[in-house]
C-alpha cells in the first residue's frame, strides 16, 4: 500500500513557474513508476508526465515537453513537477500517481496502469 499526498499548488500568471511535490508512505516507494495527471473543469484526467523508479527514464505530454521536468527524490520518497512558462491552459487539478507495473512507455502513459494516487492538488495560471 501507497499512499501519496501532493502539495505546491497555488494561483500564478501566465509565463510563472511552480513546483509541484507528491511525497509517499510506505517503504516500497523506490519501486514504483510516477506520473503525474492533471484534470480540467468538463475534461478527462489527462498524462503529464512520468519516471521511471530509477528516475533514468521519463517521458512527457506533447503539450508540456520542454516546460515541465519530472524528478524523484527517493531518499525522501518524493517526486516533482517543475512546471516553468505556465500557460492558462495548464490550468486543472494535479494528481500524483504510483504504478509497480513495467516501464514501458504505453504502460506508464495509460492512466489505468497507476494503482494509487493522490488527493490532488489545485493549480490555476490567469492570463
Known amino acids: 500500500q501507497v499512499q501519496l499526498v501532493e502539495s505546491g499548488g497555488g494561483l500564478v500568471q501566465a509565463g510563472d513557474s511552480l513546483r509541484l511535490s507528491c511525497t509517499a508512505s510506505?517503504?516500497?516507494?523506490?519501486?514504483?513508476?510516477m506520473g503525474w495527471f492533471r484534470q480540467a473543469p468538463g475534461k478527462e484526467r489527462e498524462f503529464v508526465a512520468t519516471?521511471?523508479?530509477?528516475?533514468?527514464?521519463?517521458y512527457y505530454a506533447d503539450s508540456v515537453k520542454g516546460r515541465f521536468t519530472i524528478s524523484r527524490d527517493n531518499a525522501k520518497n518524493t517526486v516533482y513537477l517543475q512546471m516553468n512558462s505556465l500557460k492558462p491552459e495548464d490550468t486543472a487539478v494535479y494528481y500524483c500517481?504510483?504504478?509497480?507495473?513495467?516501464?514501458?512507455?504505453?504502460?506508464?502513459?495509460?492512466?489505468?496502469?497507476?494503482?494509487?494516487w493522490g488527493q490532488g492538488t489545485q493549480v490555476t495560471v490567469s492570463s
Open positions: 519516471i521511471s523508479w530509477s528516475g533514468g527514464s521519463t
Open positions: 500517481a504510483a504504478t509497480p507495473y513495467p516501464y514501458t512507455r504505453v504502460v506508464v502513459t495509460t492512466l489505468s496502469s497507476y494503482r494509487y
Open positions: 510506505g517503504r516500497t516507494f523506490s519501486t514504483y513508476a
